[in-house]
């Protein structure tokens, strides 16, 4: 007997994600970083466990890959009657089910290596910022 296919629709398709994708990071838009002072803020930010910087079609961000403290361990919200309004509003219309979020980042920084070696080639003389 063949298996019938069920249609993910955005009513049913957070019982289909594994692992609650959207709900184990937050993001904080930045503002555009231009000087050297700003992308030094940036490297400091980036040196916190778990925080990643991206730049996508929207502008520069903050990522803190830190789950939801009402996340249960079946990917379920403990608070879900009162949870907040960024919660409720939240779209999964596309989402990290659908794409990862990877897909759309122009820039991505998973750490202070990464976002060094690209301060260094934006900044010709960024290893000498410290002498003025």
């Keep these: ?29 930045l503002e555009t970083p231009r000087s050297m002072h700003d992308f030094d803020h940036l490297l400091w930010q980036i040196s916190h466990r778990d925080v990643r910087i991206y ?30 309004t ?4 939240h779209s999964n219309d596309y989402c990290e089910y659908d794409a990862p979020a990877e897909e759309g980042f122009e820039l991505y920084f998973d750490g202070y290596d990464a976002l060094l070696k690209y301060c260094r080639q934006r900044f010709r003389t960024w290893d000498k910022r410290m002498q003025r």
């Excluded at 063949?2 to 957070?14: D, H």
């Excluded at 994600?17 to 904080?28: I, N």
């Excluded at 520069?60 to 249960?72: A, S």
């Design 1 to 29: 007997m063949a298996q019938r296919k069920i249609a993910i629709t955005t009513e049913n398709k957070c019982g289909f994600c594994r692992g609650a994708k959207c709900c184990v990071y937050f993001t904080e838009q």
């Design 55 to 84: 730049k996508d079609d929207d502008g520069w961000y903050l990522l803190i890959e830190t789950p939801c403290l009402h996340l249960q361990s079946d990917g379920r919200c403990g608070i879900y009657a009162t949870r907040p």
């Design 86 to 89: 960024v919660c409720r509003e």
